[in-house]
């Protein structure tokens, strides 16, 4: 029998409602919270002075790894893109992947560098140094509100829909 192993990473890929709805139909995805990470002001709900708009991704490392984290990952981003995914542009849709575990960034970098295109990867791959939660009213947005605005198409959006 595999032992329950319950890790955390943190995904920035454009608007997070997006990422989120993606990243919560995962397999071995456990939970997911939209909220925003790095930034450099304070924490108030509007301010985004530096942040990422992100995703806090609990996850089964007995049944998802890193690397299988980040090819879902990259199904979702353009990672050639500075500050812009779809039409969403500005310092807060850049992507990145955030973790307090060294370990998962160096594998994370590993990934990345392992591509044939890794010289043009544009992603940040740097730890976590602050996460805040987005309000109730992002959380599952496009569970909620399905017909919101959403730079992901739906087909890959929902492909891994449990």
């Keep these: 029998m595999t032992e329950f192993t319950m890790q955390e990473i943190v995904f920035a890929g454009g608007c997070l409602w997006g990422v989120q709805e993606f990243m919560r139909h995962l397999p071995g995805v456990i939970n997911t919270e939209a909220g925003r990470a790095n930034g450099s002001a304070s924490t108030t709900q509007c301010d985004y002075d530096g942040y990422a708009e992100c995703v806090r991704t609990q996850f089964d490392a007995s049944q998802v790894s890193i690397e299988q984290l ?93």
């Design 70 to 162: 980040m090819d879902f990952f990259f199904e979702i981003i353009d990672p050639y893109s500075v500050n812009k995914q779809g039409i969403d542009v500005g310092e807060k849709y850049r992507t990145g992947v955030y973790s307090v575990n060294p370990q998962h960034l160096e594998r994370v970098k590993r990934y990345i560098a392992e591509r044939s295109d890794a010289d043009k990867i544009m992603v940040e791959v740097l730890p976590l140094s602050n996460f805040v939660k987005s309000d109730d009213e992002h959380q599952d947005r496009l569970t909620l509100h399905p017909n919101d605005y959403c730079h992901i198409p739906k087909t890959i959006l929902h492909k891994y829909k449990k």
